[in-house]
Nanobody, 126 residues
């Protein structure tokens, strides 16, 4: 079970990035997915979650108007579209997966997730 996050980079404030998380070794459609980020010197924080069929999503107030989480189970991939990026969005972004038996479940706590990708760096310059 491996998760590969990609799509990070350096962008100016106000810009956009789309992160991708591709799974190998298992069928992603059986897993609820999440994105977290960790800035230097800070704890890892929840960014977005999506149910296994994509019908349910949740994002915290801090990013809800700017970020969108989606998935393409046929491609075994989950996306995080980030618009109107701010310098405070600078962090290492991780995707995570948790097996679930219900289509509508999503998870917001770090401890709920069992599988993690390696992270992709997002740097937003002012």
């Amino acid at each position: 079970v491996q998760l590969q996050a990609s799509g990070g980079g350096l962008v100016q404030a106000g810009g956009s990035l789309r992160l991708s998380c591709t799974a190998s070794g298992y069928t992603l459609s059986r897993y609820a997915m999440g994105w977290f980020h960790q800035a230097p010197g800070k704890e890892r924080e929840f960014v977005a979650a999506i149910s296994r069929n994509g019908a349910m999503t949740y994002l915290p107030d801090s990013v809800r108007d700017r970020f969108t989480i989606s998935r393409d189970n046929a491609k075994n991939t989950v996306y995080l579209q980030m618009n109107s990026l701010k310098p405070e969005d600078t962090a290492l972004y991780y995707c995570a997966a948790v097996f679930t038996g219900r289509n509508s479940d999503y998870y917001t706590r770090e401890n709920d997730y069992r599988n993690w990708g390696q992270g992709t760096q997002v740097t937003v310059s002012s």
